[in-house]
């Protein structure tokens, strides 16, 4: 199953962050789906939320673009360390580049084996 491949698990508990109308989003969440696990949707990105349902719900896969990653770097670090993330196995990140900055401040933040990365070439190259 390609689920398991991008990391989710069985059973797991994955936060869709995006709109369903869109392919990320919508795509890895019916790949979560298919492995039995539970769809936590967000109806608006906000950092603060993100964070606290991750939380509630011990959320082990999450799907980002960079700009959701910085909004959540960006929030006061009492409130971004403040939350119990230790469910968190997978931040599954893709959509645009994401600075290289903010992908070690994640890094060092979470830990190596959490931060993944897809590079996809659907847009073409000048």
């Not at 979470?110 to 996809?120: F, I």
Request: charged content about 20%; proline content about 6%; some cysteine.
């Amino acid at each position: 199953m390609t689920a398991l491949a991008f990391g989710m698990v069985e059973d797991g508990v994955h936060l869709a962050t995006g709109p369903l109308y869109h392919n990320g989003p919508l795509s890895f969440s019916v790949g979560g789906l298919l492995v039995g696990n539970h769809i936590v949707i967000m109806e608006r990105f906000d950092a603060t939320r993100c964070l606290a349902l991750i939380e509630e719900h011990h959320v082990d896969w999450m799907y980002a673009v960079p700009t959701m990653m910085q909004r959540i770097w960006k929030l006061p670090d009492e409130e971004r360390t403040r939350h119990d993330l230790s469910s968190l196995n997978v931040v599954f990140h893709l959509a645009a580049p994401c600075p290289d900055w903010l992908k070690r401040a994640w890094i060092e933040w979470l830990g190596p084996e959490k931060v993944w990365e897809l590079y996809a070439g659907t847009r073409r190259r000048p």
